[in-house]
RNA sequence: GGAGAGGUGGCAGAGUGGUAAUGCAACAGCCUGCUAAGCUGUCAACGAGCAAUCGUUGCCAGGGUUCGAGUCCCUGUCUCUCCGCCA
């Protein structure tokens, strides 16, 4: 969530910003939200004087007491019923105003850095790298559901037999191969000094709100109504929620952190080649990476983290393409972020395996997650994230560029992870 | 799921209706050959003011009673103990 403040301070160039790169118009959200916290600020003024007043008269009515004036400390009773019920009042329009504005703040994106590209869709988003892709096209070569099948890996019927579409269920050396990677991301993750996390994979609703994903995400999220919990679409959610309220020393800056879980998302609306094999699943396997930072370093970290994903990909020899998103495609909650798509030689097509993004204090605003600066004051810290990697859309380019006339060969980094060479 | 007890600042820990003691830790300043100690202040949110500063709020959350609530009442929530169930 934006500060207020910035609004206060500068409320035409964000409605600016959002249209020109965003392409989205929140003029009158950030307009009404400019005037009803010049209301609420108001509002508080009075409220505090006549709080004051009712304090005084309150401790003046004590003292009465002790000193046995009892008819004066009546008289002061009466007094204080007309303020009374002024304080009731403005006590209900200031909570009023308070919501309102917060529900108008969470409607808000976060404003794009100077590098987004302004865009309405993916065909705006940067493409900063990209490997060639002209000899990998075979019209012979398979793609990863038929190669699942064919070596008996992955069975997708068998997943809507026992939960629904978007449910796979991973057998025999695509269970182990699935297994390799995760191990792989976690030990390359903690060689770079992220600590690695086992979370919870529900949340509650407050951490839902933390990192952004409500109220703007609700459907896509699976809700357990019963205990009024949330299934993670990330672990982004309940590993950044660590920190929510939270001082942190200025020295113990960056924090580092790393988590697998597996992700759910309904997906609600996807459908078609879209949805197939392994392109976009409800329940999906996902090692993650999360930076707390100086506000300072934000966009070194980012940097980096990509080229920590960049090299992952390489490591494992997959063809890929790195993007940066244009203002409509980039998230609500994220200031800049770049993508990493592989290259699918069965699909010709690229597929997004990892997202990283700096989201400044976006989300450290709505946490609550603070550090100390040098003159001891609290400042914002600036959290980012991104994946490292996604595993099925891996999977799946691995799958199929690795596939041979005698098996599919495994890639040599996941060789000591596997236990065999070939599938 | 049933019964009981409890939730107070970074931590520890007082406080049963009169406006949050005290200790430890941390930070700043002062002081003293050095160190230790000592003294003073700070340590959350919001607002007003150029500023020193001032006001309001804050004792798990939300309501209520009262001139006044950490304290009394109601609801929710979490923790602990006992019982039940269970990998």
Redesign the pocket.
């Known amino acids: 969530m934006l500060q207020?403040?910035q609004i206060r301070a500068d409320k035409d160039s964000i409605i600016d910003r959002i249209l020109k790169i965003r392409k989205l118009d929140v003029t009158s959200q950030v307009n009404e939200i400019f005037d009803l916290d010049l209301k609420?600020?108001e509002t508080?003024?009075t409220?505090?004087?006549f709080?004051?007043k009712?304090?005084?008269?309150?401790?003046q009515?004590?003292d009465c007491?002790?000193n046995g004036d009892v008819d004066k400390?009546n008289n002061?009773?009466k007094e204080?019923?007309d303020l009374?019920d002024q304080i009731?009042s403005l006590k209900n329009t200031f909570?009023s105003l308070d919501n309102l504005i917060k529900e108008l703040l969470y409607q808000i994106p976060n404003l794009p850095h100077d590098l987004v590209p302004p865009g309405k869709t993916d065909e705006d988003n940067q493409i900063i790298y990209s490997a060639e892709t002209k000899n990998l096209m075979n019209s012979d070569l398979l793609p990863h559901w038929d190669l699942c099948s064919k070596y008996n890996l992955i069975d997708f019927e068998l997943g809507v037999k026992i939960t629904g579409a978007g449910f796979p269920v991973y057998k025999g050396k695509g269970a182990i191969l699935q297994r390799a990677l995760i191990q792989f991301f976690l030990n390359e993750a903690n060689q770079n000094g992220f600590q690695e996390l086992l979370v919870p994979h529900l949340v509650n609703e407050t951490s839902g709100y933390g990192t952004g994903q409500l109220p703007d995400k609700e459907g896509q999220m699976y809700h357990v109504e019963n205990d009024d919990l949330y299934l993670i679409p990330t672990s982004e959610v309940p590993i950044t929620n660590i920190y929510r309220n939270d001082?942190i020393e200025e020295n113990n800056l960056p924090i580092k952190h790393v988590g697998y879980t597996p992700c759910f998302r309904r997906e609600a609306g996807s459908y078609g080649k879209e949805v197939r094999g392994l392109n976009r699943l409800h329940q999906f396997d996902k090692v993650e990476i999360v930076q707390i930072t100086h506000p300072s370093e934000s966009y070194n970290t980012l940097d980096q983290m990509v080229n920590y994903v960049e090299g992952l990909i390489k490591k494992l020899n997959l063809p890929y393409r790195k993007l940066r998103l244009c203002g409509g495609d980039l998230g609500f909650t994220s200031a800049l972020t770049y993508d990493l798509e592989t290259y699918s030689v069965g699909q010709n097509k690229w597929l997004e395996v990892s997202s990283i993004s700096n989201f400044e204090t976006f989300q450290s605003n709505r946490l609550k997650l603070?550090y100390r600066d040098k003159n001891?004051n609290?400042q914002l810290a600036h959290t980012l994230n991104g994946s490292a990697l996604a595993l099925p859309r891996i999977m799946a380019s691995l799958l199929e560029i690795n596939q041979f006339q005698d098996g599919i060969h495994i890639p040599e980094v996941l060789k000591p992870y596997t236990g065999f060479e070939k599938i």
Do not use: E, H
């Not at 009712?54 to 401790?59: A, L, R, T």
């Open positions: 207020i403040q609420k600020r508080q003024k409220l505090d004087d709080s004051s009712m304090n005084i008269i309150s401790s009515i004590g007491f002790k400390a002061l009773k204080t019923t009374k009731k909570n001082i603070r001891r609290l």
